[in-house]
């Protein structure tokens, strides 16, 4: 059997597509990759993965500004059909050019393979829902989708939200499956669509058991509570504004490490001035997870800037519950979910500026508990993995009238 996969991303920021590839090589699956290149600081990390999955024939499409003029204009006809979709109904394949300017790259790319034969068309991110659509019927294959984030409630573009909303609610229920990576998500989308559409199923966003085996234990110097944050970068609205200024207080008792790419402008305002923070370069996905063992609690810190930030179970929280971290979490209803069923691993909290302090108090009073029970935390989560939760997809894949 044979599986294309489509990503409007690369693979370095598109780690959920990366396990999913990597399911599908390691289960006896040859696999097609159609995604993207970025000249950033993504780029080292993408040709490393690159060779990670050397059995997948991997179509990498420049995302770049060069050459300049098929890009200007790609941008200007994205920004028509956006302005467009207020004014009058369009068909599906100018709605997804609307959402990304990229799905018209994906399709121009899917027509090249047009002599391959292909079981499952499976997409993952906008940008790549109405190829994964136009692939399926190209070869004549079931088409999948994996709804990782909700992305008709990301960023602050109407035009794009819109169109996004339109074009999901419009193709999800004609997919052979699609997976959710929260189940808040998945309820949005029934209420979306108005009916749940052929086997949507939650496949939460769980790692490789192997990732969290024999973690450094680390040690506190001078007793302090080391807080971790990481993400692809480090940036404003990402709840750190909130959190930052507090620690300020509890500088020789609270050490935080912020591990990504981190942002001039940022830097200058809220790090450089602060030496009880500490910066680490972004790291490979199982470098990132070892580090972890040397930290007490993870922050999972949305600052509920959009409606997707309220309704998703991002990267990092589920890092820092397999790694056995204590987990402090925005109140999200999301991360409220999450810790109702995991209350041993962690603590919701608002965001306002008073309540984080609060927060801050109870850790300290708290930390020797906390440092005591991770391997408690560590073993309790060992019982979620993505090579159990990945079993979902590996079912639907086999059965091919699904």
Same mark, same amino acid.
């Given at each position: 059997?044979? #599986?294309?996969?489509?990503?409007?991303?690369?693979? +370095?920021? %598109?780690?959920?597509?990366?396990?999913?590839?990597?399911?599908?090589?390691? @289960? /006896?699956?040859?696999?097609?990759?159609?995604?993207?290149?970025?000249?950033?600081?993504?780029?080292?990390?993408?040709?490393? #993965?690159?060779?990670? #999955?050397?059995?997948?024939?991997?179509?990498?499409?420049?995302?770049?500004?060069?050459?300049?003029?098929?890009?200007?204009?790609?941008?200007?006809?994205?920004?028509?059909?956006? *302005? +467009?979709?207020? =004014?009058?109904?369009?068909?599906?394949?100018?709605?997804? !050019?609307?959402?990304?300017?990229?799905? /018209? *790259?994906?399709?121009?790319?899917?027509?090249?393979?047009?002599?391959?034969?292909?079981?499952?068309?499976?997409?993952?991110?906008?940008?790549?829902?109405?190829?994964?659509?136009?692939?399926?019927?190209?070869?004549?294959?079931?088409?999948?989708?994996?709804?990782?984030?909700?992305?008709?409630?990301?960023?602050?573009?109407?035009?794009?939200?819109?169109?996004?909303?339109? =074009?999901?609610?419009?193709?999800?229920?004609?997919?052979?499956?699609?997976?959710?990576?929260?189940? =808040?998500?998945?309820? !949005?989308?029934?209420?979306?669509? $108005?009916?749940?559409?052929?086997?949507?199923?939650?496949?939460?966003?769980?790692?490789?058991?192997?990732?969290?085996?024999?973690?450094?234990?680390?040690?506190?110097?001078?007793?302090?509570?080391? *807080?971790?944050?990481?993400?692809?970068?480090?940036?404003?609205?990402?709840?750190?504004?909130?959190?930052?200024?507090?620690?300020?207080?509890?500088?020789?008792?609270?050490?935080?490490? =912020?591990?990504?790419?981190?942002?001039?402008?940022?830097?200058?305002?809220?790090?450089?001035?602060?030496?009880?923070?500490?910066?680490?370069?972004?790291?490979?996905?199982?470098?990132?997870?070892?580090?972890? $063992?040397?930290?007490?609690? /993870?922050?999972?810190?949305?600052?509920?800037?959009?409606? %997707? @930030?309220?309704?998703?179970?991002?990267?990092?929280?589920?890092?820092?519950?397999?790694?056995?971290?204590?987990? *402090?979490?925005?109140?999200?209803?999301?991360?409220?979910?999450?810790?109702?069923?995991?209350?041993?691993?962690?603590?919701?909290?608002?965001?306002?500026?008073? %309540?984080?302090?609060?927060?801050?108090?109870?850790?300290?009073?708290?930390?020797?508990?906390?440092?005591?029970?991770?391997?408690?935390?560590?073993?309790?989560?060992?019982?979620?993995?993505?090579?159990?939760?990945?079993?979902?997809?590996?079912?639907?894949?086999? @059965?091919?009238?699904?």
């Amino acid at each position: 059997m044979k #599986i294309l996969f489509i990503s409007s991303l690369n693979l +370095a920021t %598109n780690p959920r597509f990366v396990k999913e590839i990597k399911l599908a090589l390691a @289960n /006896g699956f040859s696999a097609d990759v159609i995604c993207f290149e970025f000249n950033n600081w993504s780029n080292a990390f993408n040709q490393q #993965i690159k060779k990670d #999955i050397g059995h997948a024939n991997i179509y990498s499409i420049p995302a770049g500004r060069k050459p300049f003029l098929p890009w200007a204009v790609s941008v200007f006809w994205e920004k028509c059909y956006r *302005l +467009a979709g207020f =004014l009058f109904p369009m068909p599906l394949s100018l709605q997804s !050019k609307g959402v990304s300017r990229r799905s /018209g *790259l994906l399709v121009k790319q899917i027509k090249k393979l047009k002599q391959q034969q292909y079981n499952w068309v499976i997409g993952h991110n906008p940008g790549a829902l109405y190829p994964v659509y136009f692939g399926a019927k190209n070869f004549n294959a079931q088409a999948a989708f994996d709804v990782e984030d909700y992305h008709p409630g990301e960023g602050n573009n109407p035009g794009e939200q819109r169109l996004t909303k339109l =074009l999901m609610n419009e193709l999800l229920p004609k997919l052979d499956y699609v997976s959710f990576a929260s189940p =808040l998500m998945k309820k !949005k989308h029934i209420e979306d669509c $108005g009916k749940e559409g052929k086997n949507w199923t939650v496949v939460l966003n769980f790692f490789a058991a192997d990732d969290f085996k024999k973690l450094p234990t680390g040690t506190n110097n001078n007793d302090l509570l080391k *807080l971790v944050w990481f993400s692809q970068n480090i940036n404003y609205k990402r709840g750190l504004e909130q959190v930052i200024p507090a620690l300020d207080a509890y500088k020789d008792k609270i050490e935080l490490t =912020l591990i990504g790419n981190m942002k001039e402008e940022f830097y200058k305002e809220y790090v450089a001035p602060r030496p009880h923070i500490k910066i680490i370069p972004p790291q490979e996905q199982k470098a990132l997870h070892h580090l972890m $063992g040397n930290f007490d609690i /993870g922050l999972a810190i949305e600052p509920g800037k959009d409606k %997707n @930030n309220f309704i998703a179970l991002a990267n990092k929280l589920i890092t820092y519950f397999q790694s056995g971290l204590y987990i *402090l979490a925005s109140d999200t209803p999301a991360h409220i979910d999450f810790l109702n069923t995991f209350p041993q691993h962690g603590m919701a909290v608002n965001l306002e500026k008073e %309540n984080v302090p609060s927060a801050l108090n109870k850790l300290l009073l708290s930390a020797k508990e906390i440092q005591e029970n991770k391997n408690t935390r560590m073993a309790a989560s060992a019982a979620y993995s993505w090579e159990k939760e990945s079993e979902k997809l590996l079912q639907l894949w086999k @059965n091919t009238s699904a």
